[in-house]
Nanobody, 121 residues
Framework: VQLQAFGGGLVPAGRSVRLSCAAS??????????MGWYRRAPGKERELVAS???????IYADSAKGRFTVSRDNAKNTVYLQMNNLKPEDTAVYLC??????????????WGQGTQVTVSS
C-alpha cells in the first residue's frame, strides 16, 4: 500500500491550502477504516490534526476546529484536508495515515511520506 500526498507549500498567513492523499495498492482484501492527517512541527511531536472514519465520524484537534475540514472519497481511496485561515503555528510536515483490516482480521496502518506546509507571517 502506498500513500501519495499532494498540496502544501509556502503560503501567507490567512490563506488556504488543500491537501490530498491517495492510497493505492489496496485491493479487495483491504478494508480501510480511518483516513486522516497528522503533523509534525519543528521541535514538536507528531500530533493528530483530523481524521474521518469509514462511517463518517470526524475527529479534529482543537487547533483545527473551525478552520480545517477533513473529508474522504471512498471510491478513490483519497482523504482531503482543507485548511483555511492558516496561521504560522500551522507550519509543519503533514502526514496522511490510513488504517483498517486485511481480510477482516489483521490490522494495518500506513503513513504517507509527508508534505511540507509553511505559513509565513
Amino acid at each position: 500500500v502506498q500513500l501519495q500526498a499532494f498540496g502544501g507549500g509556502l503560503v501567507p498567513a490567512g490563506r488556504s491550502v488543500r491537501l490530498s492523499c491517495a492510497a493505492s495498492g489496496t485491493g479487495s482484501m483491504f478494508s480501510i477504516n480511518n483516513m486522516g492527517w497528522y503533523r509534525r512541527a519543528p521541535g514538536k511531536e507528531r500530533e493528530l490534526v483530523a481524521s474521518v472514519e469509514s462511517g463518517g465520524s470526524l475527529i479534529y484537534a482543537d487547533s483545527a476546529k473551525g478552520r480545517f475540514t477533513v473529508s474522504r472519497d471512498n471510491a478513490k481511496n483519497t482523504v482531503y484536508l482543507q485548511m483555511n485561515n492558516l496561521k504560522p503555528e500551522d507550519t509543519a510536515v503533514y502526514l496522511c495515515h490510513v488504517d483498517g483490516l486485511i481480510l477482516g482480521t489483521s490490522r494495518f496502518n500506513y503513513w504517507g511520506q509527508g508534505t511540507q506546509v509553511t505559513v509565513s507571517s
